[in-house]
C-alpha cells in the first residue's frame, strides 16, 4: 500500500512539473523581459503637439523639446526648450507651421553642441530656423526663407513629404538639404543654401523621390561627397530626367555636381545604402529591393564599381549596419518569416537566425541600456521592441487609431533613461523596468510546481471519492446482489438490475421508462412504502415478507431520496434486500441444536421405559402367566408406540444436518437408479416405478448425500399416495436458462397418479410439522425444498385432487454458480 501512495505521489509530481515546464516554456516563448511604466501622465497632442528629448550640450542630461503646432488663431507657433522637464531654456516662435517629423539635431558650429534645425512651411514657401540653446540671443537665422513652393499646385497646400538636412566641415557656410514633394510633384532635389547669404547657391533637381541621403568620403580623396538614394513610387513618365518610375543612386560632390548615377529599374522599388567607413577600403552597400519582394546586396568601391553583390529571393531588406568589427547585420522580411543574417564586408553570410515576424523594422535608441541601439515595428496597437538577437523584449500599447511619429531618450544622471514616444495623439514618457515575471521567473516556476503538484494532489484525492462513490453507485445499480431500482420522481423507472424479477418473483418483465408501480402491483407491501416515499419526500426503511406456492421472501425496503444541491428530488434509490436464506439458515440451525436436544432428552427415558416395560413382561411371566397373556397386546403396543417415536427421533437426526454442501462430481442417472433401488422392495404387480433419463447432460456438481435425501422424501411420499397400488415415474431433462446461456439445469419430476393434494393444502405442505399421514413428522418437504435451495434450485408442485401429483425439481448443473433459477 505505501508504495502505491509513494507511485501516486510520484506521479502527482511528475504531472506537475510537466504542467509548470509547460507553462514555463510558453512564457518564455511570450514574456518579455522588461515593461514600459508611464513616468508622468500622457500629454495629449491638441495641448502639446510633441514632446521629444536630446542631450543637445552632451552634458549627460537631456533637453525637453516641446512643439507647440496645434495652438489657439491668436497664438503663434513655438518651441520651448526646458532643461530637464521644469526648468525653461528659452522659447522661440515662428510664424508658420512646424514640420515636427522633420526636426533634426546638427552640430553646425563645430563646437560638440547640438543645434535643432527647424522647418516651418507656408502655403508654399519654405523657412529655415536654427536653434542654438548656449547662445539663445543669437538668432543668425531665424524665419529664413529658403525654398518657394511650386508655380502651379492643384493642391491647397504644398505637401513635403521629406526633408533631409545635412552638414559637413568641409563647408561650415552650407547646409546641404534633400526636399520630396509629395502630390505636388515639384520640387524634388538636394539642394545648398548659404547661411551666410541666406540663399540657395546649389541645386541639382530631380525627379526621383527621396530615400535616403548621407555626406561621406567615398572616394578616399580627402574631400566628401553626398549619397542620396530614391524609391520608384511612379508619378513621371519613363522619359522624364530622372524619373520616379526608377529607382536611382547619386553621388554629388560638394559643389553638387553629379559623379555618378546608378539607375535600378522596377516600379514601387527603391535603393537604401549605408557606408562602409573602412579606412584602407571605403566603400557603399546599396540595398535594392523590388515590389516583389526581391532583394539584391550590392557592394560598391571607391571607383563606383560593384565588387560583390548578394541576392535574397522573396525577401525585402529594411535595415543594414556595419560594425567596427567589419561585420553586417542586415534585418530582411519574407512573407512567413523574417531573418537577420550576418554577413562580412564581401557579402559572404555568415549567420543567421530566424524571426517569426514579417513586420518594417526601424532602428531606434538604446532602449535597454546594453551599448546597442534596438529596433521596433508596428502589429496592431501595439510597437514591438528586440535586441540584437531578434528577440521581442518589450512592447508599448496605444490607442485605437495612433501612429507612431518619434521615439528619443531622456538621459537623466544617476537615474535610469527615460523613453518617450510621440504619436498622432498623446506624447508619453515611460520607464523601462525589468518584467516582474521575468525576475522572478524561477522562484514563480518552483512556486507553481508546488500549486499544480497540490491541486493535483487534491484532484486526485476528489477523483478517487468520486470515482468509489460511483464504483459503489454502478454496483449497487448492476452487480448488487440485492434487488436494485432507481425511479424518477414521477414513478418511472431509470434503472433496474436483473435481481428484481427473481427476488421478488415477477410474473412481468421489467422495462426502462415503465410505471413502477404497474411492476410491482402485485406486492402491496413495497407499492406503499413507494408511495409514501414519493409523497413525503423522506427516506423509507421497513421490513417486508410475503410467500408464494413455491417459495418464501423474507426481508426489508429502503428508499431513499437523492437530492440536488437546492434540496430537489430528481431521483429515487429503491434497494430491497432479501434475508431470506439467512433467515432460513438461522431457523435451521436453531431448529436442528432444538431436535438433536430434543431428541437426546427423548431417547434416554424412552430406551429406559423399553427396557421397564421388558421387565415387567418378564416378571409377570414368572409371577402370573395369566396375567401376562392378558397384558401381553397391551405391553407390545407401548413397546410399538416407542419404537416409532424412536424411528420418529431418528428420521429427525438424519436431516438435522443440511446446512454445508459437499460438492463433488456425480452421475446424474446412477445417482437417480441407486435412490430407485433402495426402494424396489415396494414394487409389485401393482404399483410400478420407472426412471425415465432425456437428458443429454450425465455429470453434475451436486452434494450427493443430500440429494439422495431429497429423492427418498419425494419417493416415499409418492409410495405413501398410492397406497399399494399404481405408478410412480421418475424423469429427467434438460433445461435451458435463457437469461445465461452458459448455465444449463437439470429438470427432475416425480410423478404420481394417486389421490393428489387438495388446494386448501398447497400452502401447508412446506410448512414444518405439517403432514397428511397419522404417522408423519411433517418435515419432510421442508428438507427436501431447503435442499433444493440450498443448490440454486427451485422446488415446484402441481397436482390434480383425484388423478396425479407432480414434484419438479430443478438443480444447476454447477451448484457453485448461484444463477438465477429459470422459471417456472
Known amino acids: 500500500m505505501k508504495s502505491a501512495f509513494t507511485k501516486i505521489r510520484l506521479i502527482v509530481f511528475v504531472l506537475a512539473l510537466v504542467c509548470a515546464t509547460t507553462i514555463a516554456v510558453w512564457f518564455s516563448a511570450n514574456m518579455f523581459q522588461y515593461e514600459f511604466v508611464l513616468s508622468e501622465p500622457e500629454m495629449p497632442v491638441a495641448r502639446i503637439s510633441q514632446v521629444s528629448f536630446r542631450d543637445l550640450d552632451k552634458d549627460g542630461r537631456s533637453e525637453r523639446i516641446e512643439v507647440y503646432n496645434n495652438p489657439r488663431p491668436e497664438d503663434t507657433f513655438y518651441i520651448n526648450i526646458n532643461a530637464g522637464s521644469q526648468h525653461l531654456i528659452n522659447q522661440w516662435y515662428v510664424q508658420d507651421s512646424i514640420l515636427i517629423h522633420h526636426l533634426q539635431y546638427l552640430d553646425m558650429t563645430n563646437d560638440q553642441i547640438d543645434e535643432l534645425i527647424v522647418w516651418t512651411q507656408g502655403r508654399d514657401s519654405l523657412f529655415l530656423s536654427i536653434i542654438d540653446i548656449t547662445h539663445p540671443e543669437i538668432r543668425e537665422i531665424y524665419n529664413t526663407f529658403v525654398l518657394r513652393g511650386p508655380e502651379q499646385n492643384t493642391h491647397k497646400i504644398w505637401d513635403i513629404r521629406r526633408i533631409h538636412a545635412l552638414h559637413t566641415p568641409e563647408k561650415p557656410q552650407s547646409l546641404f538639404f534633400t526636399i520630396f514633394s509629395g502630390h505636388s510633384l515639384a520640387p524634388r532635389g538636394i539642394f545648398e543654401f548659404d547661411l551666410k547669404k541666406r540663399t540657395v547657391v546649389n541645386e541639382f533637381p530631380f525627379n526621383a523621390a527621396l530615400a535616403h541621403s548621407k555626406i561621406f568620403d567615398l572616394d578616399a580623396d580627402g574631400r566628401q561627397e553626398v549619397l542620396v538614394s530614391t524609391s520608384a513610387t511612379s508619378n513621371f513618365p519613363d522619359s522624364a530626367q530622372y524619373s520616379d518610375a526608377f529607382s536611382w543612386f547619386f553621388v554629388f560632390n560638394l559643389q553638387l555636381e553629379l559623379l555618378h548615377a546608378m539607375k535600378k529599374e522596377g516600379t514601387f522599388g527603391g535603393i537604401k545604402f549605408t557606408p562602409g567607413d573602412f579606412p584602407s577600403n571605403p566603400s557603399v552597400f546599396l540595398i535594392v529591393t523590388q515590389a516583389d519582394r526581391n532583394t539584391e546586396i550590392l557592394k560598391m568601391d571607391k571607383h563606383f564599381h560593384i565588387v560583390a553583390e548578394k541576392k535574397l529571393r522573396g525577401y525585402t531588406t529594411d535595415v543594414l549596419k556595419f560594425g567596427e568589427d567589419g561585420r553586417g547585420q542586415v534585418y530582411s522580411k519574407g512573407w512567413q518569416q523574417a531573418k537577420k543574417l550576418i554577413i562580412d564586408t564581401n557579402l559572404v553570410v555568415l549567420d543567421s537566425i530566424l524571426f517569426e515576424e514579417t513586420k518594417t523594422l526601424n532602428e531606434t535608441v538604446d532602449i535597454d541600456n546594453n551599448g546597442k541601439n534596438n529596433f521596433y515595428y508596428h502589429a496592431g496597437n501595439r510597437i514591438y521592441f528586440i535586441d540584437e538577437n531578434m528577440k521581442k523584449i518589450a512592447f508599448f500599447e496605444m490607442e485605437d487609431g495612433e501612429k507612431l511619429n518619434r521615439i528619443s531618450l531622456k538621459r537623466t544622471p544617476g537615474k535610469p533613461n527615460e523613453i518617450a514616444f510621440n504619436t498622432t495623439k498623446n506624447s508619453y514618457l515611460t520607464k523601462l523596468q525589468a518584467s516582474f515575471v521575468y525576475t522572478w521567473f524561477w522562484p514563480l516556476f518552483i512556486l507553481q510546481v508546488i500549486v499544480y503538484a497540490f491541486v493535483l494532489h487534491a484532484l486526485q484525492l476528489v477523483f478517487i471519492r468520486i470515482r468509489i462513490y460511483f464504483a459503489y453507485f454502478r454496483f449497487s445499480l448492476k452487480e448488487s446482489d440485492n434487488a436494485i431500482l432507481l425511479i424518477n420522481h414521477k414513478g418511472r423507472i431509470l434503472s433496474i438490475n436483473h435481481n428484481v424479477e427473481d427476488t421478488l418473483m415477477l410474473e412481468k418483465r421489467s422495462e426502462k421508462q415503465q410505471d413502477v408501480f404497474s411492476l410491482l402491483q402485485q406486492r402491496n407491501e413495497i407499492c406503499d412504502a413507494i408511495s409514501l416515499a414519493l409523497k413525503e419526500n423522506r427516506q423509507i426503511s421497513k ?282
Not at 430491497?576 to 431436535?595: G, L
Not at 424396489?680 to 433419463?693: D, G, I, P, S
Not at 408423519?776 to 421442508?782: D, H, I, K, Q, R
Open 543 to 824: 421490513a417486508i415478507s410475503f410467500s408464494s406456492a413455491s417459495s418464501n421472501f423474507i426481508g426489508s425496503i429502503t428508499i431513499t431520496p437523492l437530492r440536488t444541491y437546492f434540496h430537489l428530488v430528481n431521483a429515487y434509490l429503491i434497494e430491497i434486500r432479501d434475508n431470506t436464506k439467512q433467515i432460513i439458515v438461522e431457523r435451521q440451525q436453531n431448529w436442528q441444536r432444538n431436535v438433536r436436544r430434543m431428541v437426546h432428552d427423548i431417547k434416554n427415558p424412552l430406551a429406559g421405559v423399553q427396557l421397564k416395560l421388558q421387565t415387567i413382561y418378564l416378571r409377570l411371566m414368572e409371577d402370573s402367566p395369566e396375567m401376562a397373556d392378558k397384558l401381553q397386546d397391551e405391553i407390545e403396543i407401548a413397546n410399538s408406540e416407542i419404537h416409532r417415536i424412536l424411528s420418529i427421533s431418528k428420521e429427525f437426526l438424519k436431516f438435522s444436518d443440511l446446512t454445508e454442501l459437499k460438492l463433488a462430481p456425480v452421475n446424474i442417472e446412477q445417482l437417480l437408479a441407486a435412490c430407485i433401488d433402495h426402494f424396489k422392495a415396494f414394487v409389485t404387480e401393482n404399483m410400478k416405478m420407472a426412471l425415465v433419463f432425456k437428458s443429454e447432460i450425465k455429470m453434475a456438481a451436486w452434494d450427493k448425500r443430500q440429494i439422495e435425501l431429497l429423492m427418498h422424501v419425494l419417493i416415499e411420499n409418492a409410495i405413501d399416495a398410492l397406497q399399494g397400488k399404481g405408478n410412480i415415474a421418475i424423469e429427467v431433462t434438460t433445461a435451458q436458462n435463457l437469461s445465461s446461456v452458459e448455465n444449463q439445469f437439470i429438470r427432475i419430476s416425480v410423478t404420481d397418479d394417486g389421490h393428489g393434494i387438495e388446494p386448501q393444502q398447497f400452502d401447508k405442505i412446506f410448512e414444518p410439522n405439517y403432514s397428511a399421514k397419522p404417522e408423519g413428522s411433517g418435515m419432510g418437504l421442508v428438507f427436501a425444498r431447503q435442499i433444493v435451495h440450498q443448490h440454486h434450485g427451485r422446488l415446484h408442485v402441481d397436482s390434480e385432487p383425484g388423478k396425479k401429483t407432480v414434484f419438479i425439481i430443478s438443480l444447476p448443473i454447477d451448484a457453485q454458480n448461484d444463477q438465477p433459477v429459470p422459471d417456472k
